[in-house]
């Protein structure tokens, strides 16, 4: 079972910059694709960015690209998302998940909510204008 925490969230102004973290505990982490979702109350959860096992594929919602990097530290058991130039759209709460399933080198990272098991219980991110 796969055990997700995420950290760094915060109040921030418009500009600025957050990094978040997600630690993974249980499984085998390096083999996992992980994911950052966001949530907004009343509003579909949305792909952020996603990153493969080894970190060196990734995914990004077109909305978020050029303002946030996702990474990962495969000793630390940890995934990162670096967002800058915040706006106060970026408002919301930022989950991590993992993508458990059995991946070759050709799959690609999903954005799916569906293809990720494991959650983590989020951290609120608010922008103010």
């Known amino acids: 079972q796969v055990q997700l925490v995420e950290s760094g969230g915060g109040l921030v102004q418009t500009g600025g910059s957050l990094r978040l973290s997600c630690v993974a505990s249980g499984g085998t982490f390096n083999d996992y694709y992980m994911a950052w979702f966001r949530q907004v109350p009343e509003l579909e959860g949305e792909f952020v960015a996603g990153?493969?096992?080894?970190?060196?594929?990734?995914a990004y919602s077109d909305s978020m690209k050029g303002r946030f990097v996702i990474s990962r530290d495969n000793a630390k058991r940890t995934v990162y998302l670096q967002m800058n130039s915040l706006i106060p759209e970026d408002t919301a709460v930022y989950y991590c998940?993992?993508?458990?399933?059995?991946?070759?080198?050709?799959?690609?990272?999903?954005?799916?909510?569906?293809?990720?098991?494991?959650w983590g219980q989020g951290t609120q991110v608010t922008v103010s204008s």
């Open positions: 998940a993992a993508d458990t399933r059995l991946h070759t080198p050709a799959t690609v990272v999903s954005p799916l909510p569906s293809d990720y098991y494991n």
């Open positions: 990153i493969n096992g080894g970190g060196d594929r990734t």
